[in-house]
Structure formats: structure tokens, C-alpha cells
């Protein structure tokens, strides 16, 4: 808590604040950041392989490549979250997991798994989008606003 | 605590390796599989993609390059190297503008990895199966085609 703040409070509560932030146990920042860099690496190592694999056999261009590949690497997440392992995943990598497209995968599908027994339509097609949907609503309106941001600088600025 | 120094300090020493010694290796995987040596193909009406693909690999930051032409139409796909792909918008518009100058063709020029795999296939085919200049060009079109193709 910051000293400001800290000298409106009574003696016992600063008292209690001291208490507390002996016994309270540490976060171990630095491993869990290890931990989410490589995780998160490796997930985007097995990314870039299925790109590879569509450019190989099928007619992508690495400028198209990513379509197919975003819905396949959120397919498999949503496979791994209904068969429960991408939750341990999670509880080990944490943001190594949840920042990668497949975390969207995951929050997409565990919400529909949670809310599955109030009903397909009021339960799963009404939870579904709970946790994902304000992640498709940032997006599109992030992507609004710089689009209109460039097409502003393009047109009145004279960039471009 | 020490057991992760020890695996960071692994992953470090492994990223660290010298590229040089990577880039020769795939040299020469390249040279068992391909008839030339350059990435140009070998014939007397592709002395123009021989001189292309000279021009890009005088380029420090060109890791490979081939090219074929046909018809009045000159195919250029180019390999950046890694950390050089930052630029790549710049490399592109210099490339480009390069070639335009140089050859008075039809220049298509493209960094794209599954166009340089196409016509590469395609340099071998001219290279082993003498192929006629009608069939290149149908499948320079499909490769011209595929690099305009928009997401």
C-alpha cells in the first residue's frame, strides 16, 4: 500500500498491515514468467508448424496461411478444454495459455461446458460468448477506431 | 531455483549457436536435391532470370532467391533473412523497384515462402523435363495468380 495512504490508518491497522505482509507468501513472478514464455512459445512453435503444413499441401501463401491455421489451433484448444486438459495446462502456464488464440478457444468452450446443464439455447448459446464476447468486442471496435484513425491521417494528413 | 537457471542458461546457449554454420548446412541439403547451383534455371531463354537472381543475392540481407520467366514475364521470389524481416516492407519496395529498372519484362516479384517453394519446383521442371515455354507460362500464371490472392 502506498505511504500516503497508509498514514490515515489507525495504529491497529497498521499494525495488522505489518502482520499481514510478513506472513503473507510470496508470488513467484519470474518463474511464472518463465513458465508462460516457454509454454506460450511452444504453443506458437506448434502453430507455425500447422501454417507450414498448409502452405506444404494445400494452396496457401504465408498472407493467407493464417485463417486456417487461427481455426485450427482454436479447434484443438476447444478439444483440449472439453477433455480437461487444457485447464492443467493453464494452471501451470497461465498467461502462456490464455494469450495465445487458443485461450479464446478455451474460454469459449469451458463457458458452454459450465453453463450446459441450464439448457442448449438459454444455458450453452447463451453463455457461450461470456468470457469471449467482450475479446470479439474490444477487438472490433479497437480495429474500428484505428481504422478510422488511418483513414483520417490518409485522407486529411497525408500520410500513406 | 538453480534447476531453472540451469535451463534458462541451456536455452540460451542453444539460441547462441552461429547461423553460418546452419545456413551451409541447408546449402548443402539444397545441392543434393537441386541440378544447379544457382537458383536460376539453366536455359538460353532464362538468361534474364540468371541475371535476377544474381542481382538479389549481391543483397546482404536476400538469404535465397530463384527465378524463371517466360513470355515477356519475369518470376521473382526471394527468401529475406530472419532478422531482416523487419524491413521487409522496405526490401520489398527496393526489390521491386530494382527489377523494374533493370528488365524491361513484366516483373512479379514475391518474398512469400509458398511462391519461392512453387517456383522453385517449377526452375527443377524446366531444368529436368524440358518443358515447353506455353507450359511455363500457364504455370507462371497459377503462381502469379496465387500471390495476388488476398485474405
Same mark, same amino acid.
Not at chain 1, 482454436?74 to 480437461?84: N, P
Given at each position: 500500500m502506498a505511504n500516503e495512504k497508509r498514514k490515515h490508518l489507525t495504529p491497529v491497522?497498521?499494525?495488522?498491515?505489518?502482520?499481514?505482509?510478513?506472513?503473507?507468501?510470496?508470488?513467484?513472478?519470474?518463474?511464472?514468467?518463465?513458465?508462460?514464455?516457454?509454454?506460450?512459445?511452444?504453443?506458437?512453435?506448434?502453430g507455425q508448424a500447422i501454417s507450414y503444413f498448409y502452405m506444404y499441401f494445400f494452396d496457401f501463401t504465408e498472407k493467407t496461411v493464417g485463417n486456417p491455421t487461427v481455426a485450427t489451433m482454436?479447434?484443438?484448444?476447444?478439444?483440449?478444454?472439453?477433455?480437461?486438459v487444457y485447464d492443467r495446462l493453464a494452471q501451470f502456464a497461465g498467461a502462456g495459455s490464455a494469450v495465445p488464440v487458443t485461450g479464446f478457444g478455451n474460454a469459449v468452450i469451458s463457458a458452454a461446458i459450465e453453463h450446459r446443464t441450464e439448457g442448449f439455447v438459454l444455458?450453452?448459446?447463451?453463455?457461450?460468448?461470456?468470457?469471449?464476447?467482450?475479446?470479439?468486442?474490444?477487438?472490433t471496435f479497437s480495429a474500428f477506431v484505428v481504422a478510422l484513425i488511418k483513414t483520417i491521417?490518409?485522407?486529411?494528413?497525408?500520410?500513406? | 531455483m538453480k534447476k531453472w537457471f540451469v535451463l534458462i542458461l541451456v536455452f540460451l546457449l542453444m539460441s547462441c549457436a552461429h547461423e553460418q554454420k546452419e545456413q551451409q548446412q541447408s546449402l548443402q541439403q539444397e545441392n543434393i536435391t537441386n541440378v544447379?547451383?544457382?537458383?536460376?534455371? =539453366?536455359?538460353?531463354?532464362?538468361?534474364? /532470370?540468371? $541475371?535476377?537472381?544474381?542481382?538479389? #543475392?549481391?543483397?546482404?540481407?536476400?538469404?535465397d532467391a530463384v527465378a524463371v520467366q517466360a513470355n515477356g514475364r519475369l518470376l521473382v521470389a526471394y527468401q529475406v533473412k530472419h532478422l531482416h524481416r523487419f524491413r521487409m516492407k522496405q526490401i520489398e519496395k527496393e526489390v521491386g523497384k530494382a527489377l523494374n529498372e533493370q528488365f524491361r519484362e513484366k516483373v512479379i516479384a514475391s518474398h512469400d515462402? =509458398?511462391?519461392?517453394?512453387?517456383?522453385? /519446383?517449377? $526452375?527443377?521442371?524446366?531444368?529436368? #523435363?524440358?518443358?515447353?515455354?506455353k507450359e511455363i507460362e500457364k504455370e507462371i500464371?497459377?503462381?502469379q495468380k496465387l500471390s495476388e490472392e488476398q485474405t
Open positions: 491497522q497498521q499494525e495488522y498491515h505489518q502482520f499481514e505482509q510478513a506472513r503473507e507468501t510470496k508470488r513467484p513472478v519470474l518463474k511464472n514468467c518463465v513458465r508462460a514464455f516457454f509454454v506460450g512459445g511452444f504453443i506458437c512453435a506448434i482454436v479447434f484443438i484448444a476447444m478439444l483440449l478444454t472439453g477433455f480437461g444455458g450453452v448459446g447463451g453463455n457461450m460468448f461470456k468470457l469471449a464476447g467482450s475479446v470479439i468486442l474490444f477487438g491521417a490518409i485522407k486529411w494528413g497525408g500520410l500513406g | 544447379s547451383h544457382d537458383g536460376s534455371a =539453366k536455359r538460353s531463354d532464362q538468361q534474364h /532470370a540468371e $541475371k535476377a537472381v544474381e542481382m538479389l #543475392k549481391a543483397r546482404e540481407d536476400v538469404k515462402l =509458398k511462391i519461392f517453394w512453387k517456383t522453385k /519446383a517449377l $526452375k527443377e521442371k524446366i531444368e529436368t #523435363k524440358n518443358i515447353s515455354e500464371t497459377v503462381i
